[in-house]
């Protein structure tokens, strides 16, 4: 079993994989999802338009990843809100990586399984 501030964790990792079925399996398996990056253009609603975005962002020479330092969490039966601080990292082609402020908010669903999965998130770089 998880809980939400691990998803937060395991969306973070799949996105480094760059795997996109890795990333589609931390949300709900119906078409009801959404998925917000933090650049414009970045947002996508439905599987099939999550998942062409994911391989559009996948597609950049860099990858992304993130966990999280704080969060809340608002928990209504069956679901829960999430509000997470982060620390995102930026990994370069040539091994460096950028250390960046990060911030994943967004709505899991809890399924009969007791699994906690994604069905709307947001990731924004406060300033």
Known sequence: MNDPIEMVDRLGTAFMSQDVARVLACF???DDITYVGSEAGES???RGAVEKLLKDLFARPESYSWQASAATVHTVPGGAFVLAEADGAEHHPD???TP????VTGLLSRRASGVWLWRAVQGAEPS
């Open 28 to 30: 709900v398996p119906d």
């Open 44 to 46: 996508a609603t439905g």
């Open 95 to 97: 091994g460096s990586v």
């Open 100 to 103: 960046f402020p990060y911030r």
